[in-house]
DNA sequence: CTGAAAGCGCTTACAG
DNA sequence: CTGAAAGCGCTTACAG
């Protein structure tokens, strides 16, 4: 491999001018730059990261954490379309991307996490930051290198995406279809930040329609398909007069339709059910889900850029994207009779 | 941040000494290894990796490719999945995972992925390398750090499913039900390696069966939902009389059966539809899919364990994965009439 | 078993 | 605008 230093004496100039014309430093004649660059092109010379890194103190990497817990991260679709995003900006300002998803328990970050953010390997650090027991991003402040957190942490710097609305409208929605009997699929609100967001969005817009939430039944799965069947039966076998369910993700909408379906109560014509997320499947199921789009790919856009405008010495504002109620087939008015 | 410098000073050893002490070489006493423990321990040191990267050419660092094309990385649930089983194994081994997703095009790979390779970053590349018109893994040996590869290219290590048997099994398991009147929903085999096995596994089963495959009614999609509805479509109006279809993967099964639903055909009992890999929606779809398990996370795991090795300068064998049969609800003998 | 010293390949004040 | 030189924080022969 050829090194700065065969660049230097092929160009017939110091290592130093290599490095600035290199690094776009502006200073150096048109001349030298035509030299230098011929020599990179004859060598076929690539910089060596590691070495910039030691000297620089930039590596041009950033960490993406996705915390491990309950499984979700390789199973959840929502994860991967953040992920896309992040990838998207990065491939934009020439950046890559070292994907870490430590472990979290009560006591903490796993031992490799805290490795990894204090090697001196990242500039910075986008971390999903919602499980209320346990941040990751603490960790990267107390090291001293920019981090964006998506999710409802306090961070210097975060991306949220407006839960509350989300679920506001999802009420207004089927409220507004003319439902009175409504069950709510749930996730335990000390799971996940955004569930208390979205909790309190239900409830703000049960009292819209003068409805009483605290009669809502409901029932807490686990994110999953199955945990949506599972709720929905013990929900429909304790109340089955019932015309609507709202679920707090599309898979476990998935999952209560299907168990819908086993006790022969069509949706949505003999039940609405409603989910969140719009994950692709949500479009492509049958029937196709009305639910909530909350722009997970336009989340992890908006988190990477900060996160390099921060490392660019610019002084970004947090963002809260807006979510949009996308009505689909698994809603109607509930039969009249 | 406290560097190895410190640590010496600390314990009253030089830096060589403590570097020893912290790679594991078998060099040293009992009791210089708690002084310099000790010091580590109060001093709260980390290793900084870029400097590790540089003097010793290993960053610990491996590249996880997964070429981007079609969109397909950021929507395929299988993607996570494989990737799920290097992290798990990267984990074990203390590796961190740089993901890569490359565009491709005819001309090769892109710029930004060749500098990464070359940049002296990665110790070793593990790429999904299965489209034919271009080789992520070519530029890695090119560099010579080691690969593995997860498809049909040849490299000097490769993890492959078996997805000649997969169809194989599946084709059997069809006819053996008594479908004669077999439609395909396929993939363009110039777009993917594993979809050319494929098709030769169904030919060898159709064969098996007594039955001509050139007979078999054809469409492609593109692994999309939306595109086995519409290849559902287009076989089933022309071809009326099939009663099962084979799709080669589970996301166009899911379509399939939405169309079939469409026009009044009940799966199973008027239609059999089957997919391939067992994405996780599979088992929660409605009915849920007949399908081959490839056992993604597995394939992930396997060609992590095979680039460490390599890494640690043994020389491990490639490996082919099998594949199973997964019976669900969506196929069924045909109906008599 | 331990340490002095060179070296990995860059960047960055600093002087000119 | 250009270059000599120090330095980033480790590892690795080498000598003892």
Redesign the pocket.
């Known amino acids: 491999?050829?090194?700065?230093?065969?660049?230097?004496k092929k160009a017939?100039?110091?290592?130093?001018?290599?490095?600035?014309?290199?690094?776009n430093?502006?200073?150096?004649?048109e001349?030298?730059?035509l030299?230098v660059m011929q020599a990179v092109e004859e060598l076929g010379?690539?910089?060596?990261?590691?070495?910039?890194?030691?000297?620089?103190?930039?590596t041009r990497i950033i960490a993406v954490v996705f915390p491990y817990v309950y499984d979700a991260i390789f199973t959840d679709p929502l994860v991967l379309r953040i992920l896309e995003g992040i990838e998207a900006e990065c491939g934009k300002f020439g950046y890559n991307i070292l994907l870490s998803t430590p472990r979290l328990t009560t006591r903490g970050v796993d031992a490799r996490y805290r490795q990894l953010i204090m090697s001196?390997y990242i500039d910075g650090v986008i971390a999903l930051d919602n499980v209320p027991f346990a941040s990751v991003i603490e960790p990267v402040r107390k090291k001293g290198i920019p981090a964006v957190a998506i999710g409802y942490y306090e961070a210097d710097y975060c991306v949220r995406s407006d839960d509350f609305s989300g679920t506001l409208q999802m009420m207004r929605y089927v409220t507004g279809l003319g439902h009175r009997q409504i069950g709510i699929i749930g996730i335990a609100e000390n799971l996940h930040y955004s569930i208390q967001y979205r909790l309190r969005g239900l409830k703000a817009g049960a009292a819209e329609a003068n409805l009483d939430y605290e009669n809502f039944p409901r029932v807490d799965g686990d994110f999953s398909t199955t945990s949506g069947s599972d709720c929905a039966a013990k929900l429909l076998e304790q109340n089955p007069h019932l015309t609507a369910l709202i679920c707090l993700n599309d898979r476990m909408a998935m999952g209560a339709i299907q168990y819908a379906r086993t006790i022969g109560r069509d949706v949505p014509n003999n039940l609405t059910v409603v989910g969140y997320d719009d994950i692709p499947m949500a479009a492509a199921f049958s029937p196709s889900i009305t639910t909530i789009d909350q722009q997970a790919p336009e989340l992890g856009r908006a988190a990477a850029h900060i996160l390099f405008d921060v490392l660019d010495g610019r002084s970004p504002h947090s963002v809260e994207l807006p979510t949009h109620l996308i009505i689909r087939q698994s809603s109607a008015s509930p039969a009249s009779g």
Request: proline share 7%; net charge positive.
């Open positions: 491999m050829p090194t700065l230093q065969d660049v230097a017939g100039v110091s290592t130093a001018t290599v490095s600035k014309v290199l690094s430093t502006p200073y150096f004649t001349e030298t730059r030299k010379y690539m910089p060596n990261l590691a070495a910039r890194a030691l000297s620089s103190g930039k001196g």
